[in-house]
């Protein structure tokens, strides 16, 4: 006997369900086809057309039967997926930069150039990103499946605070603070060092630098400054602005980074008699230019990604 369009639709649902449930919902499911075929037909429809009609609508079987089973057909639902982005979030601020640092610092203390060291931590940022990214789904996958619960819950206590023009112009002033003294402290560097020495006080950075690397650093500074107020003045940021932000930051890191793969960042004298005259050998102070790097590079870079997230939740609340 060659079965029916409804009996191959009730076999297709029950098939993947328990076998405590397979009767009832075979049951269940017959009757409400056949009442609704009969309405149909009762207008005066075919009862071929009806009956496939009635299992269109109805729709896939299998998500049917996940709805008859309680079975979720995503990956991560919304139960759990705040919990997982947030802590991907973090994970993915952290652990790569941990490792692409340490792997950095390994390469160049083999001895490697700068072209393998950028490769090599290049290729273990990507490995590590795809790792933590896949475990950390993985996780919150089983967790999704087995009904586990993380003890995660929503308070009041998280809503960010309410912006406002007090809150503003207090981020203004701790921007313009911050910049005046980064600047005081390079031109101190230069103008007056640091530590003392049997000549005169000895800066950190070199003084090759002066005047016109240190004065292109405090020019960049100073359009930073002009950045905080055009901010202020507008009462928000925009992509504009978020764009701007990271133009600067793009050639403090050039500046930074060009100084120290030509060896001039730092005073000679400071690392000699620093290092060098208190027995630290050569791997001490390649590991204080890989870890300067890592520094001048997550700054910027923070600094920039941290504009255009300022200027996408503006455009949003807009």
């Not at 730092?266 to 890989?290: I, M, Y």
């Not at 910027?300 to 200027?311: F, L, P, Q, S």
Request: contains cysteine; proline residues 4%.
């Amino acid at each position: 006997m060659t079965a029916t369009l409804t009996d191959r639709y009730i076999t297709a649902t029950v098939r993947s369900l328990p076998e405590a449930l397979q009767t009832e919902v075979r049951d269940e499911l017959r009757a409400s086809i056949a009442d609704a075929v009969d309405a149909r037909t009762e207008n005066g429809e075919p009862l071929e057309h009806a009956e496939r009609a009635v299992l269109t609508e109805l729709g896939d079987p299998g998500v049917l039967a996940a709805g008859y089973a309680d079975r979720p057909l995503h990956l991560i639902g919304p139960k759990y997926y705040l919990t997982w982005w947030r802590l991907l979030k973090i994970l993915l601020a952290v652990v790569p930069a941990c490792a692409i640092g340490g792997v950095a610092i390994a390469q160049a203390l083999s001895g490697a150039n700068i072209g393998v060291v950028i490769g090599e931590s290049i290729a273990i940022g990507l490995s590590v990103i795809v790792h933590v990214s896949f475990w950390t789904t993985l996780v919150f996958f089983v967790l999704e499946r087995t009904g586990a619960d993380t003890g995660a819950r929503w308070s009041v206590d998280q809503l960010p605070e309410e912006s406002h023009s007090g809150t503003a112009r207090a981020d203004l002033i701790a921007s313009l603070v911050m910049l005046a003294l980064f600047a005081g402290l390079l031109l101190w560097d230069q103008l007056r060092g640091w530590l003392p020495s049997d000549d005169a006080p000895m800066s950190i950075l070199n003084p090759a630098l002066w005047p016109w690397g240190i004065g292109a650093l405090i020019a960049l500074l100073v359009v930073e400054a002009g950045l905080a107020l055009a901010v202020f003045a507008r009462g928000r940021w925009t992509m504009t602005l978020a764009w701007i932000n990271a133009a600067i930051a793009v050639c403090v890191m050039s500046l930074g980074l060009t100084a120290l793969g030509r060896g001039v960042l730092f005073n000679p004298r400071f690392v000699d008699e620093v290092f060098v005259a208190n027995g630290v050998g050569g791997d001490a102070v390649t590991v204080l230019a890989v870890l300067s790097s890592i520094a001048i590079v997550g700054i910027t870079v923070g600094d920039m990604v941290d504009g255009w997230r300022k200027a996408a939740r503006s455009r949003l609340a807009v």
